[in-house]
């Protein structure tokens, strides 16, 4: 009965966990998947082995719709998280709109796919480590939580002039950039954009900080405005050991 759990392997129980129209199990002597009507066959010509055949981790379409919720929920994109969650509140049609909201938005797309692949491996290995408790051996090891949403690799920085950097989407899309200008031997910064189906991904710290390793090359110091209703940005400024050095009062003119 004991066997060994690869990549390989893994991907294929995935695979037949999610095919909900047949019924699997796993052929321990012979280290594969089968439906029902091979294993039925197969006992057959093998009565007196009656622990060759194991039935594989159970997933339903419930569980489908958890773990789609759950991703919506600690999506930090707003835009994004709003329309998947509008297509989970559906009464009929979810898994399709739920796809559809997601080929909007590429980035976002593939966050879901290696979100979905980890959390099925994890699955499967809680499976493989209740055998293992069975067989008297040590558990393996879960794929640890990865708290970072942003693919870095999935997006080109591009730098545009001393102090101007852009970020191109997977698509070739411009997502986001920021610009500063020289003063009176002080880096101003005068752009600071991210478009908004691509923020709450942190490309917005990692723009930040390709201007300031730029301006610590060549001994700037840097200052930014920071617009009230964008004060939470602030905790990412405080980091990189920005220090308030003034406040600007603003007073709107009375209209006649």
């Known amino acids: 009965m004991l066997f060994e759990l690869d990549d390989i392997l893994i991907d294929e129980i995935i695979f037949c966990m999610e095919n909900q129209d047949s019924e ?5 002597q012979e280290v594969k998947i089968t ?17 060759r055949f194991i039935s594989l981790p159970v997933w339903n379409s419930n569980d489908g719709y ?3 919720e759950k991703f919506a929920g ?11 969650k509008n297509a989970l509140n559906k009464n009929k049609g979810v898994f399709r709109a739920y796809r559809s909201v997601l080929e ?14 980890k959390k099925m491996k994890n699955e499967v290995i809680i499976w493989y480590n209740a055998l293992r408790q069975e067989w008297g051996l040590e558990p393996v090891g879960i794929e640890p939580e990865d708290n970072s949403s942003l693919i870095l690799e999935d997006f080109i920085i591009k730098e545009n002039g001393d102090f101007c950097f852009t970020a191109e989407g997977s698509n070739g899309e411009n997502a986001g ?38 301006a610590d090359i060549k001994g ?17 400024l405080l980091l ?12 709107k003119a009375n209209k006649a």
């Not at 930014?224 to 940005?233: A, G, N, Q, R």
């Open 220 to 236: 700037y110091d840097v200052s930014v405005d920071l617009p009230s209703e964008t004060d939470f940005f602030s905790r990412a």
């Open 240 to 251: 990189e050991e920005f220090k308030p050095c003034m406040r600007r009062f603003l007073r």
């Open 104 to 117: 909007q938005y590429p980035e976002a797309e593939k966050l879901w796919f290696r979100y979905k692949d």
């Open 66 to 68: 958890r773990l789609m």
């Open 177 to 214: 950039c920021i610009c500063a200008d020289l003063s009176c031997g002080c880096l101003q910064i005068k752009t600071f954009l991210v478009k908004p189906e691509y923020r709450g991904m942190g490309l917005g710290k990692t723009l930040l900080a390709k201007l300031l390793e730029q």
């Open 35 to 51: 439906d029902n009507q091979n294993k039925d066959n197969a006992q057959k010509n093998d009565l007196t082995d009656n622990e």
């Open 24 to 28: 699997f199990v796993l052929d321990t």
């Open 74 to 84: 600690d999506l930090k994109n707003p835009v994004v998280r709003q329309e998947l």
